[in-house]
């Protein structure tokens, strides 16, 4: 296991061992936390929201799920300040995955006003509301959705600046803020109407790849046209984003290529030449 992830949940797990006085294990609270922090960070992918991958942090998608040990662990240990908000955000953000939204919301009522021990969990909360309301929005038709563009754009503005802000430190949770910016300009940039909308259409699509792949390092953006990976290779963070990132151009080109609000294509122009490459392939691709 990284260094990066036993620092994530370390404070959490030592401070929560002490607040129940030896009722629950530091190993525990440590299972518990590693097995939701990655299966809580999917839904900026919708399709990704209710298919958890294995990670090299979580493995495989423990069973029972998530959301249903952290339910199973806060009614034995109710009303701790210190355990509480950790979890419940975790529940909350768990449950959007599963699309259950008024749990989702009735376990992130729980939290309001708390204080949390990580800056990792000060982020997520902080986020929250834009996080449902993309899980939320994700779903809707491209017609329906029209009328949240100009929400989407603010939305979009909010993610960069959390990224850039209070989870800058925290790179899974930054990418995580990114990759959701993304998809979400992919959906804004496809409801609408064209010709009207072609400057708007063009500007919104560049914008959602490049918002993400400007913070690629180069050699991040060279594994784009990288054909196999190691199964060790493509668990961690720079490979997973990099194949995210392959979807959310695939999905693009797939759009670009199929017709409907993208005819014709549109002369999309990405600050990554190799995303650029990697875009026109899939593009002119049969």
Not at 123 to 151: H, V, Y
Request: hydrophobic share 45%; charged share 20%; proline share 6%.
């Amino acid at each position: 296991m990284s260094s990066l992830v036993h620092r994530t949940f370390r404070p959490l797990a030592l401070l929560v061992a002490l607040a129940l006085g030896g009722c629950v294990t530091t190993d525990q609270v440590r299972d518990i936390v590693r097995s939701s922090n990655y299966e809580m960070l999917v839904s900026a992918d919708p399709a990704l929201a209710t298919t958890v991958p294995a990670d090299a942090n979580t493995g495989p998608k423990p069973s029972p799920s998530a959301a249903e040990r952290l339910t199973t662990f806060l009614q034995e240990h109710p009303n701790d300040p210190v355990l509480g908000p950790a979890l419940n955000l975790r529940q909350a953000l768990l449950y959007l995955n599963e699309r259950q939204f008024a749990l989702a919301q009735a376990s992130f009522d729980k939290v309001k006003g708390a204080k949390f021990t990580t800056a990792r969990d000060e982020a997520l909360a902080a986020a929250f509301p834009t996080i449902k309301w993309w899980t939320e929005q994700s779903l809707a038709a491209g017609g329906a959705f029209r009328a949240e563009r100009a929400n989407a754009v603010a939305q979009m503005k909010t993610l960069a600046d959390f990224a850039a802000g209070s989870a800058k430190q925290i790179p899974d949770v930054a990418d995580y803020f990114l990759e959701m910016r993304a998809w979400i300009g992919l959906k804004a940039g496809f409801a609408v109407v064209l010709p009207a909308d072609a400057a708007f259409q063009q500007q919104t699509l560049q914008d959602a790849i490049n918002g993400w792949t400007d913070t690629f390092a180069a050699d991040q953006l060279a594994l784009l046209s990288q054909s196999k990976f190691g199964p060790n290779d493509a668990l961690t963070l720079s490979t997973r984003r990099v194949l995210r990132l392959r979807t959310l151009l695939n999905t693009l080109a797939t759009v670009a290529k199929s017709g409907g609000t993208l005819v014709p294509p549109p002369a999309l122009q990405f600050h990554s030449a190799d995303a650029q490459r990697y875009y026109e392939a899939k593009l002119a691709a049969p």
